[in-house]
């Protein structure tokens, strides 16, 4: 019961703030919004107001906002086909832009009360150790790491640097740290530890000190890097790195939040700050029936010069795209349900 509370609860707050992004930015932009609806199928409640209508529906599996020529043509001057490519192109963003907005401020709110985070500053530095011997003491904050084979990463947060030392196994690696605002660089090659059993720098992470700015900082670089290991993901799914099994559809997020919610409500805000910055990222994937395969499409009109595509074809590439979403969604769920099952 608290399971389908919290999933009822994070979807159509998610959709919500999604379709709210479209919705204030058409009304800004003097667009015609005949309907702003949170969730789907048949109507609970509804008012109208200023030419809108606002209405809350029975399945909490999604919402909409409703303007006028937003899938063809239309003569209304308020019609989101007769507006400029640039007003367009900001409702369009909206409702991806509040998504990521919305996972920002829930870290911010996340690190308020929590503990101190873990930080890529050093707490300890070993007597001995390969990182002493390199020049660098307790204290020093780690900005910018590098390796043999060319990579190299700006070091914000801690996960910036466990991440890029993660992908980087067993090569020396260049640390950069900063002290006293003076910078220091040199080549760390780590050391087997006996007692542990695995190679170490000889260094212990310090934790961050808590304050308005360095939350914010620590917010802002943490949704920054959630959207780092998106496209990260995006993309080794493209090439082939990861299966489509790996993906997590609704039967895998419910699943998720019921981990998540048996850990506390904060285990829940955090896992809902990062589907919203998923669904964030998602939308802008230049896909039709994406808000990312729309953006596109004004990017091919303004190429043309202005001229639009004729609407039953924008339209056709719409629905192969949502038809190509919803296979995609069925051989997902197939999959999580198989995994939960241990099929």
């Known amino acids: 019961m608290i399971t389908a509370i919290w999933t009822i ?48 529906r029975l399945l909490p599996i999604g919402g909409f906002c409703q303007l006028e020529g937003e899938d063809g043509g239309s003569g209304d001057a308020g019609a989101f086909c007769n507006k400029p490519a640039w007003k367009r192109l900001i409702v369009l963003a ?35 150790s390969a990182f002493e011997e390199a020049g660098f003491i307790a204290g020093d904050r780690i900005v910018a790491v590098s390796a043999p084979n060319g990579k190299r990463a700006t070091v914000h947060i801690y996960q910036d640097l466990a991440l890029f030392l993660s992908q980087n196994p067993d090569m020396p690696i260049t640390f950069t740290a900063e002290r006293d605002g003076v910078r220091h660089t040199a080549e760390v090659e780590a050391r087997m530890d006996e007692t542990q059993g695995r190679k170490v720098f000889g260094i212990v992470f310090g934790r961050e000190h808590k304050s308005v700015w360095g939350i914010l900082r620590l917010a802002f670089f943490y949704s920054i890097f959630v959207v780092k290991m998106v496209v990260m993901s995006i993309l080794m799914l493209l090439t082939g790195q990861l299966p489509v099994s790996s993906l997590s559809g609704p039967v895998g997020i419910v699943n998720e939040i019921n981990n998540a919610a048996k850990m506390g409500v904060g285990a829940v805000a955090e896992f809902a700050g990062l589907i919203s910055i998923n669904l964030g990222v998602a939308n802008l994937l230049p896909f039709p029936a994406l808000d990312g395969g729309r953006i596109l499409l004004l990017g091919v009109e303004k190429l043309r010069g202005g001229k639009k595509l004729k609407p039953e074809h924008e339209g ?8 190509l979403l919803i296979l995609l969604l069925v051989i997902v769920t197939f999959g999580d349900v198989r995994r939960i099952f241990g099929a």
């Open 316 to 323: 056709m590439l719409n629905f192969i795209g949502f038809a």
């Open 94 to 128: 909206a409702g991806a832009t509040m998504n990521l907005l919305l996972g920002f401020l829930i870290f911010v709110m996340l690190f308020s009360f929590s503990p101190a985070m873990p930080a890529p500053v050093a707490g300890e530095v070993a007597v001995g």
């Open 9 to 56: 609860v994070i979807f159509c707050v998610l959709v919500a703030v999604h379709e709210f992004g479209h919705f204030i930015c058409a009304k800004l932009s003097g667009m015609t919004v005949h309907e702003f609806a949170i969730g789907m199928g048949p109507k609970i409640f509804g008012r109208e107001k200023g030419g809108t209508r606002y209405t809350l």
